[in-house]
């Protein structure tokens, strides 16, 4: 009656699990300049999926599929990639959200229980039997009689569903379990099959969907090939129902939820963790699984509603794809090569996600410090052990588009073109974003910082020592010596631009002002972008300004603009108005959409900006690098003092971090 008058919902796995999805936004954006949608279902919480959106796309692709009756609904989504990608990570999300859907009133599950059986004699001590399945009531209901129409009468005569309800609601019949459809049988033979009678017999009870219980969502782990077993899977004959259940034909003497996929069989999803590893038998009970959605054991069947989702490494994965005869399991999935993040915006989310969240402490017990500039240190090398090294491309330019940047005068073109040849190569490893550093790398590189005497001592996980660790983690880890030599040039790519990052920072605090950089990096945009207004002799030139919109006045300073677009190698006119044209473009294209756009992202624009700044600002001395570095004299000591001063209480940094930061600023090897 609750479901006719549509207080209760009857669903298979896939309409309950793609409208879950759905009831969030879907959004266009862009992503290594291409344009894809993003399921905003996946972005919620703190702790939330980061990036993979051509993964999210095909499992929603493939759920959408299964639910219009397409080749998915007999196929399980199995994501195969190197260890560290996040495979695990987005099934427990998955998971995790679903079974909080179903918490809602409106989306609670039910089951049936057998009632009364010591009545029908041949259950001994048995006062109820559960649904082994969680069949839903509904499933039950469309199995009152033996005939299809007489149930399909019965419904609607007595409880008011429509034609057209009644077809929708019909879409998800399934049978019942062997022990179910057995146990109803002797219910109907007791009663002289008087329906009013047989209902006395069942009892409604609801699932629990708690975190820690495995109903609705069920996992099972490869283990040990000598210890792994099909019970685990199908569950077997219990001893106990044996004593009990005096019918020796009755299926009920077989115990399903022994195995994990009877507890997922009432519209659940069941995680298959590292489903090549199992040995051969437990992968056919797997085929039939998947394609039929049953459970068999002991010569019965048990139908399932369940979607199936299972994850691989490369290496097991293609040890199983390469054994004879395996044709029939392989063609059952529907295989998604999950990438790294290869975004080192992306990457940094996660870099604080290996951090963590709780204080940090030394081994002494005393509060630890976190540089400023620790999630971008150990996130760009990271980001760039996933990204090719291509002829078209450096490294760095290839980091910047596609983390959707400007980088000089490379278009994303260029990115997608890479993308595509190299979507072309049999071997999956050799693909964009396949082959990489971790998230287990990034774990062990954060747990040897922390553990290094230097940040217990100095009370700080300062930034510039994690290149060392993740060297260490490189040369302890990686076996492959292509990829190793490949892995330290990126780690040493990515030294190079948290120099640039600090020397920023430094003539930042060098000007007492954390966004010194940025507000003459946009005095810049802003110059070329009046230099050819009418101005007057006093080259000033009003423009609104697109974050507050008030009107500023700013002077044109040609000498200033020249001395930075020649830092940039711009040095003909021709040149020099190319380069603007380009700046001027992007600001046109960004002033609306996004009005707080920084062109921070633009490094050799922050470079050349800041390489101008020091090398004309600090007066008496030869550069900023001279007067801190030549600390005899009393003015350079104030200077240096000064500096300090502002890392510490404006910048973040700390007594251990800031010291550290100018020497590593100071440094002529780092410079150059």
């Not at 030294?495 to 920072?505: Q, T």
Request: neutral net charge; hydrophobic residues 35%.
């Amino acid at each position: 009656m609750q479901v006719c008058e549509e207080k209760r919902r009857f669903e298979n796995a896939f309409q309950g699990i793609l409208r879950m999805i759905l009831e969030k936004p879907v959004e266009k954006i862009n992503d290594c300049g291409r344009t894809k949608l993003d399921y905003t279902f996946f972005r919620q919480g703190d702790k939330h999926i980061i990036g993979l959106y051509d993964v999210l796309n095909d499992l929603v692709q493939h759920i959408k599929n299964a639910l219009e009756g397409g080749t998915s609904k007999a196929m399980a989504f199995v994501l195969v990639s190197e260890p560290g990608t996040g495979k695990t990570f987005l099934v427990n999300y998955l998971g995790n959200e679903y079974k909080k859907f179903l918490r809602r009133k409106e989306n609670n599950k039910y089951t049936f229980q057998f009632i009364n059986l010591e009545e029908l004699g041949t259950y001994v001590k048995i006062p109820f039997l559960e649904s082994q399945t969680y069949e839903d009531p509904m499933i039950l209901a469309m199995n009152f009689f033996e005939n299809r129409d007489d149930n399909i009468k019965y419904l609607c005569a007595n409880f008011g569903f429509s034609d057209k309800k009644i077809e929708e609601i019909y879409k998800n019949y399934r049978p019942l379990g062997a022990d179910s459809a057995y146990i109803w049988e002797n219910i109907r033979n007791y009663t002289d099959d008087d329906l009013k009678k047989m209902l006395e017999f069942i009892r409604i009870v609801p699932i629990s969907t708690a975190s820690n219980i495995t109903t609705i969502c069920g996992r099972y782990q490869a283990k040990e090939k000598t210890t792994s077993s099909a019970i685990e899977l199908i569950g077997e004959e219990d001893t106990q129902r044996l004593l009990r259940i005096t019918d020796i034909n009755n299926p009920a003497r077989f115990n399903l939820r022994r195995g994990v996929l009877a507890r997922s069989a009432n519209g659940g999803i069941h995680f298959a963790d590292e489903l090549f590893k199992n040995k051969k038998d437990l992968i056919q009970e797997y085929l039939a699984v998947i394609e039929e959605h049953i459970i068999q054991n002991g010569g019965y069947i048990w139908p399932m509603d369940t979607f199936i989702i299972a994850t691989s490494n490369n290496e097991e994965f293609n040890k199983f794809k390469n054994e004879e005869g395996e044709g029939p399991i392989i063609s059952r999935c529907e295989l998604c090569y999950v990438p790294h993040i290869t975004n080192y915006k992306q990457q940094m989310k996660v870099t604080e996600y290996a951090i963590g969240e709780t204080e940090r402490k030394t081994i002494a017990g005393n509060k630890l410090h976190k540089d400023p500039n620790l999630i971008y240190a150990t996130s760009v090398p990271i980001a760039l052990s996933a990204l090719p090294h291509s002829e078209k491309l450096t490294i760095v330019e290839t980091m910047k588009l596609a983390a959707n940047e400007v980088a000089g005068d490379k278009s994303f073109e260029a990115l997608a073109e890479i993308i595509d040849k190299l979507s072309e190569n049999v071997d999956i490893t050799k693909r964009f974003g396949q082959k990489g550093l971790g998230f287990r790398n990034l774990g062990i590189t954060i747990k040897l910082l922390m553990g290094s005497f230097e940040t217990n001592e100095g009370e700080c996980m300062f930034a510039g020592d994690v290149f060392k660790w993740i060297k260490r983690v490189i040369l302890d880890y990686i076996d492959d010596g292509t990829y190793r030599d490949k892995y330290l040039k990126d780690l040493n790519e990515g030294e190079k631009l948290y120099h640039k990052r600090i020397r920023s920072e430094v003539y930042n605090a060098y000007r007492d002002d954390p966004e010194a950089i940025k507000k003459d990096v946009m005095n810049y945009v802003h110059m070329i972008t009046g230099i050819n207004a009418d101005l007057g002799p006093d080259k000033m030139w009003k423009y609104k300004d697109p974050q507050t919109h008030a009107w500023k006045a700013l002077k044109i300073d040609e000498r200033y603009i020249n001395t930075i677009e020649e830092m940039l190698g711009h040095k003909s006119a021709e040149q020099k108005e190319s380069f603007r044209t380009t700046i001027r473009n992007i600001r046109n294209q960004r002033i609306y959409s996004d009005p707080n756009y920084d062109f921070m992202d633009n490094n050799n624009l922050v470079e050349a900006v800041t390489e101008v700044r020091i090398n004309s600002d600090v007066a008496g001395a030869a550069s900023l690098v001279g007067a801190l570095a030549n600390r005899t004299n009393e003015e350079s000591n104030k200077l240096y003092l000064r500096i300090m001063d502002t890392l510490i209480n404006k910048m973040n940094h700390c007594k251990t971090c800031a010291p550290k930061t100018i020497e590593e600023f100071l440094n002529q090897k780092n410079r150059s």
